[in-house]
């Protein structure tokens, strides 16, 4: 049974950190494309971040860029996203997700597995 668990989470004051993790389990991802996805209430779910297989290509949304880093551990079978300089604009369930393929992708059809999503808060 394949599994994303994300993990990190939780309340910040704007203009702070957090990092989140997504382990995945039941299979490797290390041939695949993963990507960070987030909810905020009320809205649809966006893309934030995607990273190639090797690590070696990433790319964000505009919102994010410049203050997230998505990266990978093809070793651990984790993926993390670095979230500085924090804006309560950022508030939303963060998904981990995994593609069938090895490049990157921003759409959300790209995207077979999913976890069940980490509550970040950012307060003002």
């Known amino acids: 049974q394949v599994q994303l668990v994300e993990s990190g989470g939780g309340l910040v004051q704007a203009g702070g950190s957090l990092e989140l993790s997504c382990a995945a389990s039941?299979?490797?991802?290390?041939?695949?494309?993963m990507g960070w996805f987030r909810q905020a209430p009320g809205k649809e779910r966006e893309f934030v971040a995607a990273i190639g297989w090797s690590g070696g290509s990433t790319y964000y949304a505009d919102s994010v860029k410049g203050r997230f880093t998505i990266s990978r551990d093809n070793a651990k079978n984790t993926v993390t996203l670095q979230m500085n300089m924090l804006k309560p604009e950022d508030t939303a369930v963060y998904y981990c997700?995994?593609?069938?393929?090895?490049?990157?992708?921003?759409?959300?059809?790209?995207?077979?597995?999913w976890g069940q999503g980490t509550q970040v808060t950012v307060s003002s």
């Open positions: 997700a995994a593609r069938e393929y090895r490049r990157i992708a921003s759409r959300e059809v790209d995207y077979s597995y």
């Open positions: 039941g299979r490797t991802f290390s041939n695949n494309g």
